[in-house]
Structures are given as C-alpha cells and as structure tokens.
C-alpha cells in the first residue's frame, strides 16, 4: 500500500513567518500534487509536479519534488492570513488513482 | 469554478437506514469519484467510475455501492448506513485519468452523521 504521510499535521504562526510542509512516503511516485482546502469547500489543486527535483513557484509558494520522485515539500515565504487552510499532497499510485497525504492544517494569524 | 453540486450538502440519520448521495457535474467529465474525508487520513478513494454504467472500486468501498446511469449523474449509496460512514464526503471529476498532469475538480463536499 503506498501512503504519503505529511508533516507537521498542524501549524500556527504569525503573519509574515516563513514555513515549510513535508509530504513523504517510501514509495515512487509518477507525479504529485498539492491542494489547498479552505473550510467548507473541497480541494483545489495548487501545482502539479512530475519530474524528480523539479522545482515550482506560485507567488510567495514554492513547490519541491524531490530526486527519487519519493517526497515533495512546499515552502511558502511570508505567509498571509488568506494562506489559512488544508494543505494536501497527493500522489499518483501504481493504479493511476490520487493518493492522498493525512494533510497539513495551517493557521495564519495576523 | 467547475460545476459539480453535491446533494443533500448535510445529512443525518440513524444506523441502519440507506443512504443516497448525489453527485451532478456539467462539465460532461468523463472521470467521477467518490472519497471520504475523515482527520488524520487525508481523502480515501471509495469508488470511481469512467463511463456510464463502469464503475470500480477503491480503498475503502466496504459497505458503499456506486451508480452512474448518466454522464452527468454519480451516486453514493450506502445500503445500511453505520457510525463510522459519518464523514465528509466529496464528489470529484475529471477528463482523463492515468494522466501525470491529470486535474480533479472537487464538489463542495456532504457532510453525513450517522447516529
């Protein structure tokens, strides 16, 4: 069974801070995904990142895959309150279906 | 935005009971998922279906049945509902799948209490 662990499960900071989110697994995968889920609403897709080491930027959010295509990170640079959500990561598996991380709750207070 | 409704948006009712979720798009996607979304277990795929009446299952399809009659319909059913199928439970699409860029446009999610 493949699974993608994501760390830290929660986080709080303050306006301004920089912080880094952590999607892991042993397992390759093809490509990986990131979303961000606000209350109430279901996910929506941020990047999609298909080559190991690959590296994307999305305004102050920057995307990682690593080499082995077995994790990925997203750094985001003075964090606002409107980065306030859910942050999943999503891998595709040997079957062709998402995978999904255990997700990643960030809190940004002004 | 991609138009996916989800019908009821909230639910609840006592074990035992069947229970129907709808799923509607209108952007005549081929690909529709269910999944459920339970802390600390991110989104489990329960069903997916890539065409009119073929349908599979995924991860945790225990005790749910899916239907696609239509494009533009999916449906979740669970047959006897119990109180660890009280989740959120969200409807995706897409146009292909098996694509490495392939997106998923997600529903606004059902919130179901099974008590």
């Known amino acids: 069974t493949q699974l993608l662990e994501q760390s830290p499960q929660f986080l709080s900071i303050q306006e301004g801070e920089n912080l880094t989110v952590y999607c892991n697994s042993s397992?390759?995968?093809?490509?990986l995904q990131w979303y961000r889920q606000e209350p109430g609403e279901g996910p929506v897709l941020l990047v999609t990142v298909v080559t190991g080491g690959e590296v994307k930027k999305l305004k102050r959010l920057t995307f990682q895959f690593g080499d082995a295509r077995k994790d990925s990170s997203l750094h985001i640079t003075a964090a606002q309150p409107g980065d306030t959500g859910l942050y999943l990561c999503a891998g595709e598996g040997d079957t062709d279906k998402l995978i999904f991380g255990t997700g990643t709750r960030l809190q940004v207070f002004p | 935005d991609a138009g996916i409704t989800q019908s009821p948006r909230h639910k609840v009712t006592e074990t035992g009971t069947p229970v129907t979720l709808r799923c509607h798009q209108t952007e005549n996607h081929r690909y529709m998922y269910w999944y459920r979304q339970d802390p600390g277990h991110g989104l489990r795929l329960i069903h997916y279906s890539y065409g009119v009446k073929d349908t599979d299952k995924g991860e945790v399809s225990d005790g749910y049945s899916v239907s696609r009659s239509k494009t533009e319909d999916f449906l979740l059913t669970l047959e006897s509902a119990t109180s660890s199928q009280t989740s959120v439970y969200f409807c995706a699409i897409s146009e292909w799948s098996g694509r490495r860029t392939d997106t998923q446009y997600f529903g606004p999610g059902t919130r179901l209490t099974v008590l």
């Open positions: 397992s390759v995968f093809s490509s």
